[in-house]
């Protein structure tokens, strides 16, 4: 993993927020499953690789296709976290822990790999020789990234609460950064936008599941945070919905 390019270095731990990101971060709008299936993602007589897949939430929403699904990420509670989101749903996924530049697989064992809001976390070099090694001549690769628009007032007002409180925090400068930096020759890229709806409760819970807050906040300011945060909501309707705009890069890898 690399993290030296995120935060400036500064420490995070997603498996911290396994339990918020698992009840809070499965709200992908319907129109990204829809392409990434067009795309080639999770149908039948296919095997698919999800790395970083932490709570599972791209194989849980497309596993009801018919693919072998394999879902890896670096941090155990997230990946005991999907398991469990697994069984509830009885859904046939398989999940392991395992970091995604150094994989337990054979070569060519997959025709699709993804990696959903996590890419540039990864060490660049030695991901991108796995990806290649696991996939099938002609596989494809996706990755994705999905965040708020700050021109949005109450994603607005939670990002400026998060950077007064953790200024290290880059939020999503180097997710964005990572969009067009093609990993593979021929990349497309796919931007659209959606609005998702929340409530009070679940935007609080999706801003305590990134990783500006649980995942690096120390206890003392991360109460702090929630204090204000949810003062903040107390000004906004009980539902409301935030734009965000998504990207899908793709790669057919020979």
Same mark, same amino acid.
């Not at 890229?189 to 599941?209: K, L, Y």
């Not at 990783?211 to 206890?219: D, K, N, V």
């Given at each position: 993993m690399?993290?030296?390019?995120?935060?400036?270095?500064?420490?995070?731990?997603?498996?911290?927020?396994?339990?918020?990101?698992?009840?809070?971060?499965? &709200?992908?709008?319907?129109?990204?499953?829809?392409?990434?299936?067009?795309?080639?993602?999770?149908k039948?007589?296919?095997?698919?690789?999800?790395?970083? %897949?932490?709570?599972?939430?791209?194989?849980?929403?497309?596993?009801?296709?018919?693919?072998? &699904?394999?879902g890896?990420?670096?941090?155990?509670?997230? *990946?005991e976290?999907?398991?469990?989101?697994?069984?509830?749903r009885?859904?046939?996924?398989?999940?392991?822990?395992?970091?995604?530049?150094?994989?337990?697989?054979?070569?060519?064992?997959?025709?699709?790999?993804? =990696?959903?809001q996590?890419?540039?976390?990864?060490d660049?070099? !030695?991901?991108? !020789?796995? *990806?290649?090694?696991?996939?099938k001549?002609?596989?494809?690769f &996706?990755?994705?990234?999905?965040?708020?628009?700050? =021109?949005?007032?109450? =994603?607005?007002?939670?990002? !400026?609460?998060?950077k007064?409180?953790?200024?290290?925090?880059?939020?999503?400068?180097?997710?964005?950064?990572?969009?067009?930096?093609?990993?593979?020759?021929?990349?497309?890229?796919?931007v659209? %936008?959606?609005?998702?709806?929340?409530t009070?409760?679940?935007?609080?819970?999706?801003?305590? =599941?990134?990783?500006?807050?649980?995942?690096?906040?120390?206890?003392? %300011?991360?109460?702090?945070?929630?204090?204000?945060?949810?003062? *903040?909501?107390?000004?906004?309707?009980?539902?409301?919905?935030?734009?965000h705009?998504?990207? *899908?890069?793709?790669?057919r890898?020979?």
């Amino acid at each position: 993993m690399n993290v030296q390019s995120v935060d400036g270095g500064s420490a995070f731990d997603f498996g911290k927020t396994s339990e918020m990101y698992a009840q809070f971060r499965d &709200i992908y709008p319907p129109e990204l499953y829809e392409k990434l299936y067009a795309l080639g993602v999770g149908k039948s007589g296919t095997r698919w690789l999800d790395l970083g %897949t932490g709570t599972g939430v791209l194989p849980l929403n497309l596993y009801m296709y018919g693919a072998e &699904i394999t879902g890896t990420d670096v941090s155990a509670p997230q *990946i005991e976290a999907a398991k469990a989101l697994a069984q509830k749903r009885g859904a046939d996924v398989r999940f392991l822990t395992s970091p995604a530049e150094s994989l337990p697989f054979p070569d060519g064992s997959f025709d699709c790999v993804t =990696a959903a809001q996590c890419f540039w976390y990864f060490d660049r070099e !030695r991901v991108v !020789r796995e *990806i290649r090694r696991v996939l099938k001549p002609g596989g494809i690769f &996706i990755k994705v990234y999905m965040n708020w628009m700050l =021109a949005d007032p109450v =994603a607005n007002r939670s990002y !400026r609460l998060v950077k007064r409180l953790n200024p290290a925090w880059t939020s999503g400068a180097t997710a964005y950064s990572d969009v067009y930096d093609h990993p593979f020759p021929g990349g497309k890229v796919d931007v659209f %936008t959606a609005e998702i709806s929340f409530t009070r409760e679940t935007w609080h819970g999706r801003m305590c =599941a990134c990783r500006g807050t649980l995942a690096s906040m120390e206890e003392k %300011t991360f109460a702090e945070w929630e204090r204000r945060h949810r003062k *903040i909501l107390q000004a906004c309707p009980e539902q409301f919905k935030v734009r965000h705009r998504l990207y *899908i890069a793709s790669y057919r890898v020979e």
